[in-house]
C-alpha cells in the first residue's frame, strides 16, 4: 500500500483528500482490487491528474456498486443553457 500511496502522490494537482479518498474506497470490502485498475490508469497516463483519477475510479470501476446510495448524475450538463 506505501508503494500505491507513494504513486497517488505523484499525481499532478495531488490534494491529501484525494489521497483520502482513493485509499479509503480501495480498503472497502470487496474492493482491494480495484487498486490494481486504478494503478494501471495512473501508470498508463502519466498526464492525468487528480480530478481524471477520481473521474476513472467512479465511473469505470464500479463505485455505483460500492456506494448504492451514490446518486448517478443524470447525462445533461450542469453548464447546458
Known amino acids: 500500500m ?3 500511496v507513494l504513486l497517488l502522490r ?3 494537482r495531488y490534494y491529501e483528500g484525494f489521497e483520502q479518498a482513493v485509499v479509503s474506497y480501495i480498503k472497502m470490502p470487496g474492493n ?3 487498486k490494481q485498475l486504478i494503478e494501471n490508469f495512473i501508470n498508463s497516463h502519466p498526464e492525468a491528474n487528480s480530478s481524471d483519477v477520481l473521474l476513472y475510479m467512479i465511473n469505470e470501476t464500479g463505485f455505483y456498486d460500492t456506494y448504492p446510495d451514490f446518486k448517478k448524475p443524470s447525462n445533461k ?3 447546458a443553457v
Open 2 to 4: 506505501e508503494e500505491f
Open 10 to 12: 505523484k499525481v499532478d
Open 32 to 34: 482491494a482490487d480495484k
Open 77 to 79: 450538463s450542469i453548464l
